[in-house]
């Protein structure tokens, strides 16, 4: 295996990582509401300008940044499930949340885009850089790949081995059930919306030092979080971290061989053709 | 609801308007304006027929828009032909995207389908970004104008005048073929898979192909619509593909009022006129409709045409002649079939050919046990009553005879052939028709037009004949309008054939659900606990009704509850306890076994057991 190559794949599964975090956060809350949060992109918008107002306007250190952004996020994550998403839940209709999601993505990204215009910004993360004979892995990159596996298994422990994880389980399952037993229906949901929310934060934070900070960022990553959620099985949490982190090194693969934009293209018709052939995941469903 | 359903109050406006408008208006910038007009209302048609008539929500609508504008383009310079024979053949491309994201997406669900649009039209997008030898990328391909010299040398219009014309007469003509489509049974089976697709494919409506048919036809029109705007911005670019585009068909539809034609022209309009006169805050524009959406959706659901009085939206045409409900005027071609409309001669009870056979049945969910080897068989003419206290597996019997759940083990033979692997809709259309113990009817709907709805089996209108709407249509509509009076008659409901669906006594409601199920002119009808919650005088009207459609000709099988009626009008009962068989037989024979007995009142020796409550509704599957 060629340096060139290895390099690209330690960089793939870094990127990787951060899409797992974002798909993650979006197939909980399609486990848990069974809705589609179509402002979740906004939420990783959110955690990326963040940081990037508090460590180039506001002199904040890069690591005290991260999780002031992931708190930011999961805020905006608290008011747009009490404005956009809780109001709805008893609709009939399953496309009011969705509309309501939309409305708010496009109008946090017009509001950014008014506030900041199209321009992109980088920022400074963690310094420095671990050499391995000519591969060479920044630290900003491992900080991403440790925080976020921190954050997996992390989560993976909160539903698997909690009480709340179990309410969680148990409201994914029959939400008129878990009432009926007495659990907060509302609250879990509340409360998954946030995580949520965080995570995506989180990702926002530790990838814009890589990738450049750009308003359209939000909508560029939520597209890649549909294409893993679908692949890994809608609601499945191992999926979507498993698809992620295989996401992040096939677009690095593909992004050796042909421009970017040729790369996403050929990545998002993977929904279309894991849809044809495969509608329910790649892996068995978990709900 | 029906608004502005008469086909030629559209062609008239339409034609009027071709006419009148390129003269009537002066400056080319009212001109262009309507023009736009023109454009958004015929892309919140084509979002419309997905969002408002199949419930299906679109993000990435200017996928279609987009690809229609490019492929006119394109085509027209590539191949040298006319841009507005270009502009007609660019509703291809959109036809084959819409099957392509209908067959994909639609097999799993809603939500599916708006991440599939989003998706697609970000490829498509990034693909006229970088293909650059073919699209020339983000610069766009500059278009001239299409001018048709004939109309100038001739007739003495500008291209302003004639290109306003050829829009408004194309939208038109796109809105009157949708709502000739609205009207027949294409449209109908659109909105019974809206309200309830298991009704739908109860009644023998193939849904799927429905749905992926509405698909493909809003991509041809938005197609259209994106091809149709290329001469007043000639440029192409990949903003064409953007969220911007494919927000603004969603808002024309959300604001303008989904499930209604009109609210497509008045979204359409103002989406036109409205940053015409908002240029001031023409940056907050996106940002303003974004806080519409989100405040239209929570407090105004139908959108603006809301505002419009029903009675200016619907026309006042009454299915049933006023005056005379109970008589419907049947055209003497109908009334000459009308003895076939009860498909199936009377045949005297005697005859003992078996209609249904279940052998060896079982379903099991996960580990439960709901049904096991479960085997027996009806006749012809015959009623026989599934009974077994709760969550004995009736429910899960008849789910699995109709073809909505598969079964573990065991075959069920229909007619003589088995039913394996068919759907219900299929089993419909050979005569197996289902009710369900939760009736979903359409409220707002009169009776009448509840069981048109379900009258899909009968007559096949070919898509052409439906469009052209012909004597033959006619006929056939004519038809579907006498059997569902019919089968209203059958339930006795025919006096209330006006009344809406939503304002029917409770007893009522679960009569018309029988009239739906009798409109699929089926030859073994499964009730499913079609006597709940009626009061003993209504439930005693149904054992009569049900009496009637048995000396009719009709094999019925029926679960409930209501044990005195069971044992009164069924000629043999099947007794399910914990999913398996215990007792067969007549309802005296039933009567006296001691282990139905036992299943219904405990026993001395054995403990009852617990009740499980797999039912349908809440089965994993």
Redesign the interface.
């Known amino acids: 295996m060629s340096d060139g190559l290895l390099q690209q794949l330690v960089n793939g599964l870094s990127a990787g990582m951060g899409y797992a975090l974002v798909a993650m956060g979006l197939t909980l809350i ?1 486990g848990v509401l069974h ?2 949060n ?1 402002a979740h992109g906004e939420l990783y918008l959110v955690g990326g300008l963040g940081t990037v107002l508090l460590v180039s306007h506001l002199g904040v250190p890069y690591m005290a940044a991260v999780p002031i952004a992931a708190i930011l996020a999961a805020t905006a994550g608290w008011l747009m499930s009490q ?2 998403v809780r ?2 839940l008893g609709r009939r ?4 949340v ?3 999601t ?3 993505s ?2 946090i990204l ?2 950014v885009l ?1 506030a900041w215009g199209t321009a992109p910004f980088r920022i400074a993360g963690v310094e420095g850089s671990l050499e391995i004979g000519a591969l060479i892995i920044s630290h900003q990159r491992l900080t991403l790949i440790g925080v976020g596996l921190a954050m997996l298994l992390f989560i993976e422990w909160l539903l698997r081995r909690t009480r709340y994880g179990r309410e969680v389980r148990a409201v994914a399952q ?1 939400a008129f059930a878990a009432h009926a037993i007495g659990i907060d229906v509302s609250r879990v949901r509340t409360m998954a919306f946030v995580l949520s929310a965080g995570m995506a934060g989180v990702a926002g934070a530790l990838l814009v030092p890589i990738t450049l900070f750009s308003p359209l960022m939000g ?1 560029n990553v939520i ?1 890649k979080a ?2 893993v959620v ?1 692949l890994g099985g ?1 609601g499945s949490v191992s999926g979507a971290v498993l698809l992620g982190i295989v996401l992040g090194l096939l677009e690095a693969l593909l992004g050796s061989v042909m ?1 970017s ?2 790369a ?2 050929l990545i ?2 993977l ?2 053709v894991a ?2 052939f495969r ?2 995941g790649l892996l068995k469903t978990v709900r | 609801m029906r608004y502005l359903n008469s086909g030629w109050l559209i062609a008239g406006f339409t034609l009027l308007a071709a006419m009148a408008l390129p003269f009537a208006l002066q400056s080319t910038y009212t001109q262009s304006l309507v023009v736009l007009a023109c454009v958004f209302s015929l892309l919140g048609l084509s979002t419309n027929l997905m969002f408002g008539y199949l419930g299906y929500t679109a993000f990435g609508q200017a996928a279609f828009f987009g690809l229609g504008a490019y492929t006119a383009v394109l085509s027209s310079q590539h191949l040298g032909i006319s841009y507005w024979a270009a502009a007609v053949l660019a509703m291809s491309p959109g036809i084959g995207l819409g099957i392509l994201i209908g067959f994909a997406s639609l097999r799993v669900g809603g939500a599916y389908f708006a991440i599939t649009s989003l998706t697609v039209a970000e490829i498509l997008r990034l693909l006229a970004d970088n293909w650059i030898s073919l699209t020339h990328g983000p610069m766009g391909v500059v278009v001239q104008r299409p001018t048709i010299p004939f109309l100038t040398s001739e007739l003495g219009l500008t291209f302003p005048q004639y290109y306003l014309g050829i829009v408004v007469l194309i939208t038109g003509a796109a809105f009157w073929l949708v709502s000739r489509l609205l009207d027949s049974p294409v449209g109908r089976a659109w909105k019974a898979f809206k309200e309830s697709h298991l009704l739908a494919e109860s009644v023998g409506i193939a849904t799927l192909r429905y749905r992926i048919a509405n698909i493909a036809l809003s991509g041809a029109l938005a197609s259209l619509a994106g091809a149709l705007l290329v001469p007043k911005i000639l440029v192409i670019s990949p903003d064409l593909f953007g969220a911007s585009y494919s927000a603004t068909a969603l808002l024309i539809v959300v604001l303008g009022g989904q499930g209604s034609l009109l609210g497509s022209v008045i979204g359409g309009a103002l989406f036109a006129l409205v940053p015409e006169l908002l240029r001031f805050v023409d940056e907050f524009r996106m940002a303003i409709f974004a806080v519409l959406l989100l405040v239209v959706v929570r407090v105004k659901p139908d959108g603006l045409v809301a505002f419009i009085p029903l009675q200016w939206r619907q026309s006042n045409r009454s299915i049933v002649p006023d005056g005379s409900t109970a008589v419907p005027i049947v055209p003497a071609s109908v009334a000459r079939n009308s003895q076939d409309l009860t498909k199936h001669e009377p045949v005297s009870v005697e005859a003992k050919n078996v209609v249904l056979e279940v052998t060896g049945l079982s379903k099991m969910f996960r580990g439960l046990v709901a049904v096991d080897a479960v085997s027996f068989s009806v006749n012809e003419c015959e009623i026989v009553g599934l009974m077994g206290p709760n969550g004995a597996g009736k429910t899960t019997c008849l789910s699995m005879v109709s073809g909505f759940l598969e079964p573990s083990a065991g075959s069920v033979r229909f007619a003589g052939a088995l039913t394996g692997g068919q759907a219900p809709h299929q089993l419909a259309r050979r005569g197996l028709v289902r009710t369900f113990q939760h009736t979903t009817l359409f409220p707002q709907l009169s009776a009448l037009e509840n069981v048109l709805l379900a009258t899909h089996l009968c007559r096949n209108s070919s898509p052409l004949s439906v469009i052209l709407g012909g004597r033959r249509f006619r006929d056939d509509e004519a038809a579907r309008r006498a059997l569902s009076v019919h089968a209203l008659d059958q339930v006795g409901l025919r006096a209330r054939s006006d009344t809406s669906a939503g304002s029917l006594a409770y007893g009522e409601q679960r009569l018309l659900a029988i009239a739906l199920a009798l409109a699929a002119k089926p030859r073994l009808l499964l009730l499913d606990e079609p006597a709940a919650g009626m009061n003993p005088a209504e439930a005693d009207y149904l054992a009569q009704i049900l009496l009637g459609l048995r000396s009719a000709g009709m094999t019925i099988v029926l679960v409930e509850h209501n044990v005195p009626m069971m044992m009164s009008i069924c000629d043999r009962l099947v007794v399910l306890h914990h999913g398996t068989k215990i007792a067969e037989g007549t309802p005296a024979e039933v009567q006296s076994d001691a282990a139905v007995r036992d299943a219904y009142f405990g026993s001395a020796r054995t403990p009852v057991a617990p009740i499980s409550n797999m039912e349908l509704t809440n089965a994993p599957n």
């Open positions: 399609f809705v589609i179509f404005i956009a109001p709805l209709d399953p496309s009011a969705m509309l309501s939309y409305a708010v496009l109008l017009q509001t008014w029959d909508q597209i549909f294409v679908v809608m421009t934009g040729f996403s293209a998002y018709s929904l279309i849809l044809l509608p329910q």
